[in-house]
């Protein structure tokens, strides 16, 4: 009878696990990765396996969850590593740039588990979207941070920008929302100037003012 796996042992085996079914699913899609490979990727056989995670659907949400750790964990370091706030901001789509350009960038894995997935998997499609609501809820931090009133352009500059370098295999989208977002800042700053220095037209008060200058009735 074989001895009973330690906690250490099962911790090994769930990250093994996880790195094999990771890597294939993000290279050619969860579809198309049958459980047979990812048993030959980890190295782990097929029971251990389902008893880490008994449908392939737990084992897709395992996978998007910790790389969301890790994925946000390195966005949030390479923008809070700028004291400005409009710096933080641009800083994040200076990381975007850099992950586009990464070697064997596929797109968003969240993205692409909602294609294969979402409208069948009740459990991925609230994964995505934890992910999606966590990061937009940063984004959106950093920019009113920096002075956008709405943050809702800025988002949907940074999720186009993930799409079409995807496409494209091109990490130019990166450079071109970051600029677009350089022009919503200085659109912003310019306003607030502009309101910060306006001055109210106030006429002549008294029973002897012009009607409509708050003066006579």
């Not at 850099?98 to 294609?115: K, S, T, V």
């Not at 071109?176 to 912003?188: H, S, T």
């Not at 502009?194 to 012009?210: E, F, H, Y």
Request: proline share 7%; hydrophobic share 50%.
């Amino acid at each position: 009878m074989p001895a009973p796996l330690t906690d250490e042992q099962t911790r090994q085996d769930a990250e093994a696990l996880l790195d094999a079914a990771e890597a294939l699913f993000y290279e050619k899609g969860v579809r198309a990765v049958g459980m047979d490979e990812v048993r030959a990727a980890s190295g782990l056989p097929l029971k251990r396996i389902y008893r880490l995670h008994p449908a392939k659907d737990d084992l897709v949400v395992a996978v998007l969850r910790r790389r969301d750790r890790r994925w946000r964990a390195r966005l949030t370091a390479a923008a809070e590593a700028e004291t400005e706030p409009r710096a933080r901001l641009l800083a994040a789509f200076d990381w975007l740039g850099d992950w586009f350009a990464e070697p064997g960038y596929r797109g968003c894995a969240w993205i692409n588990a909602f294609a294969e997935l979402g409208p069948s998997s009740p459990a991925v499609l609230a994964e995505v979207r934890a992910h999606k609501a966590a990061f937009h809820a940063q984004l959106a931090a950093w920019s009113r941070a920096a002075g956008l009133a709405e943050p809702a352009p800025v988002l949907l500059l940074a999720e186009g920008a993930i799409v079409t370098s995807a496409v494209t295999a091109d990490p130019a989208p990166a450079r071109q929302a970051r600029a677009a977002v350089e022009a919503l800042l200085a659109a912003a700053a310019t306003g607030g100037e502009r309101a910060a220095t306006a001055k109210p037209q106030v006429g002549p008060v008294g029973p002897d003012a012009p009607a409509g200058t708050g003066g006579g009735r």
